[in-house]
T-cell receptor
Framework: GAGVSQSPRYKVAKRGQDVALRCDPI?????LFWYQQALGQGPEFLTY????????KSGLPSDRFFAERPEGSVSTLKIQRTQQEDSAVYLC????????????FGPGTRLTVL | AQSVTQLGSHVSVSEGALVLLRCNYS??????LFWYVQYPNQGLQLLLK??????LVKGINGFEAEFKKSETSFHLTKPSAHMSDAAEYFC???????????FGKGNQVVVIP
């Protein structure tokens, strides 16, 4: 079956622009996660949804970062007034419910802020 | 908060030799532990996971890992490296009662023919 998909795969933005990154999770997965992966580093947690509810947003680095999942399926991560330090790969993952459930990752969106 | 330590960002191994990637975790309660592999321009793929069942966990592609509570370790091994094992490997921990994964910095594995 189809895995997690993300779009766009690559995004170049000028500093100060707003960007929106999309994640299509695996059908039926109630949990959805966003991670940020800087060059040469492991992924860092940003935020977590269970269905449409955002249960944990403690990893969002600033109030310029905003995520939503209005119908409990597709999610969008929005970054306002992008800065160079926002350049990273943004990974989306989805899973069934349960703490031991495997998180399935998408290919990521590589954001470069000039 | 839980965290993971992976030492040695780059690991070189000869084809056919043992692959050993070390992972130590800190967690206030027994955790769930995971190893993921990442190929260039791809997302992370689960290799194996420990969820408090057997301490020796077997995963895909011939990899296995052993949970040692006394050493707070979850090292990943493969008896014989293959060229296709060249990739980046991440250890991750998920504390009980917490949904997020905390990742180590990763090991870039290079396989030498």
């Amino acid at each position: 079956g189809a895995g997690v998909s993300q779009s766009p795969r690559y995004k170049v933005a000028k500093r100060g622009q707003d960007v929106a990154l999309r994640c299509d999770p695996i059908s039926g997965h109630v949990s959805l996660f966003w991670y940020q992966q800087a060059l040469g580093q492991g992924p860092e947690f940003l935020t977590y949804f269970q269905n449409e509810a955002q249960l944990d947003k403690s990893g969002l680095p600033s109030d310029r970062f905003f995520a939503e999942r209005p119908e409990g399926s597709v999610s969008t991560l929005k970054i306002q007034r992008t800065q160079q330090e926002d350049s990273a790969v943004y990974l989306c993952a989805s899973s069934l419910a349960g703490l031991a459930a495997e998180q399935f990752f998408g290919p990521g969106t590589r954001l470069t802020v000039l | 908060a839980q965290s993971v330590t992976q030492l040695g960002s780059h690991v070189s191994v000869s084809e056919g030799a043992l692959v050993l990637l070390r992972c130590n975790y800190s967690s206030s309660v027994p955790p769930y532990l995971f190893w993921y592999v990442q190929y260039p321009n791809q997302g992370l793929q689960l290799l194996l996971k420990y969820t408090s069942a057997a301490t020796l966990v077997k995963g895909i592609n011939g990899f296995e890992a052993e949970f040692k509570k006394s050493e707070t370790s979850f090292h990943l091994t493969k008896p014989s490296a293959h060229m296709s094992d060249a990739a980046e490997y991440f250890c991750a921990v998920r504390a009980y009662g917490n949904n997020r994964l905390a990742f180590g910095k990763g090991n870039q594995v290079v396989v030498i023919p």
